[in-house]
Structures are given as C-alpha cells and as structure tokens.
C-alpha cells in the first residue's frame, strides 16, 4: 500500500469506530520516522482500545502488518506503526495533557532557535 492508501484507511478506521477529535499531521521533513501522524480521542480505555484494534484489524485485512503497537494495556494512549504513518489514539486526559499537536507544530527552524536559547542560557549559567 502506498502512503495515500494507508492513511485512507487509518481515516476511515478512526471514523468508522467514533474516534474524536481526528488530526492528521504532516510531519515530513520533521522526523524521518513517519511521514503522517494521526492523533485521535476515545472516550474511555475500553473505547481507545477498541479503536486501534480496529486500525489494526483493517490494516491487516489490507495487507500492512503493523509494525508496531503499544499501549493497549493500560489503553491511556495506544500507538499503532503502521511504517510511514504512526497512529496515536488517547484518552482525552492523556491527549491534552501530552499536547501531540503541539510538539509537532513546532518547525525544524523553531526547534533549532529553541535548542539554540537553551545552549546560550547555559553558557550564561556557568
């Protein structure tokens, strides 16, 4: 399957299980992990569950074995790898606590001013 196709899919399997709150990121040039990052809320651990087994399930029948899933004990926060795009699927505590969408809007040119004012705060403390 091709990158289009899967996120086609992990779309219609967060839809089709009434996930909340559904952001697709473009995290190309950001990490070379993924290239797509999908953060979506369930309304308890039993529903955030069900979901990524669902993105799982239809992955599966699709020909993509996941590479990865983790979580789904506790089912605060289950990750799914589906390879270029990674799915998260959290509790609404754990989402907004964990801010996803946040860290991910920060740009490469950010991060490197950040890292910059940190290295210069530290030069200044020592």
Do not use: C
């Not at 995290?27 to 809320?41: E, H, I, L, N, Q």
């Not at 529903?47 to 087994?53: G, T, W």
């Not at 289950?78 to 991910?104: C, N, P, S, T």
């Amino acid at each position: 399957m091709n990158v289009d196709e899967v996120r086609a899919l992990v779309r219609k399997a967060l839809e089709d299980m009434k996930a909340e709150d559904i952001v697709e990121l473009d995290v190309t040039g950001k990490t070379s992990v993924a290239d797509t990052v999908f953060v979506a809320s369930g309304n308890s651990g039993r529903h955030v569950r069900s979901i990524a087994s669902n993105v799982v399930m239809e992955s599966k029948h699709a020909g993509n074995q996941p590479l990865g899933i983790e979580g789904e004990t506790d089912a605060d926060w289950v990750l799914v790898d589906l390879g270029d795009v990674i799915v998260h699927v959290m509790q609404k505590e754990a989402r907004g606590f964990y801010d996803l969408e946040g860290l991910w809007k920060v740009t490469l040119e950010e991060k490197q001013k950040i890292d910059q004012q940190a290295d210069n705060d530290q030069e200044s403390a020592d």
